[in-house]
């Protein structure tokens, strides 16, 4: 059977992403409905340039806010629930809404090099618990208050942020370097688990997102 070049030009002017660009700008609806990406966010951790001093500001891990803002591998348990109370009648039973609860988060950052995420993440755990002092919540490292407000940034697929989860009352109970092995073909890698009170989700209209987005993005 003959190719037909023309069939063939005809199918692509009809299926082009470009629609209707000169009357409406119609390609934008292809991008319009996209899903947020599950690799596409950062955390950021305030109060922590504070704790390290100038020599590792050095690295830029931190800016102007005293917020250490890091690239994370993963992170799971950014959730909260409802627990049910259950009410027992003669012959029925009903269910109402209890306390609320949240999940413990645990985030893995890769360990890089330059640096050194895990001194970073290190100084933050010891907010909670400092071995070096023996003491739970030390005023010297954790300042007035250990709790801290954590973000984790959701960015589109222009890397530009567009979602905010706010951890309040976050404090971090579990530091832990990932597993050393020759016979891994991955990069190191340091966990912290977050406890945290409760989780608001916010987006750019949001003030409380206007904030701080002048600090990832300069000129904002």
Request: glycine fraction near 6%; aromatic fraction near 14%.
């Amino acid at each position: 059977m003959a190719f037909n070049v023309k069939a063939v030009d005809e199918f692509w002017k009809q299926s082009t992403r470009a629609l209707d660009i000169d009357i409406t700008d119609g390609h934008k609806i292809t991008h319009m409905y996209d899903s947020y990406r599950a690799y596409g966010w950062i955390v950021r951790i305030p109060g922590i340039a504070s704790i390290l001093g100038d020599a590792d500001n050095f690295y830029n891990f931190t800016d102007q806010n005293d917020t250490l803002t890091l690239a994370a591998r993963r992170i799971t348990g950014l959730s909260y629930n409802v627990e049910v109370i259950d009410v027992n009648k003669v012959n029925d039973r009903f269910y109402y809404p209890g306390r609320p609860a949240t999940q413990t988060a645990t985030i893995s950052f890769d360990n890089m090099i330059k640096g050194d995420t895990a001194k970073l993440l290190y100084a933050w755990m010891r907010t909670t618990y400092d071995p070096i002092f023996g003491t739970h919540s030390n005023p010297v490292i954790a300042g007035s208050q250990f709790k801290r407000t954590l973000e984790v940034v959701q960015l589109d697929a222009q890397r530009n942020p567009k979602l905010v989860a706010k951890l309040y009352g976050a404090f971090p109970i579990k530091w832990a370097i990932g597993e050393l092995s020759y016979g891994t073909n991955d990069f190191a890698t340091i966990d912290v688990e977050v406890k945290y009170d409760f989780i608001v989700q916010y987006k750019t209209t949001d003030s409380a997102f206007e904030n701080f987005l002048g600090s990832i993005i300069p000129g904002v």
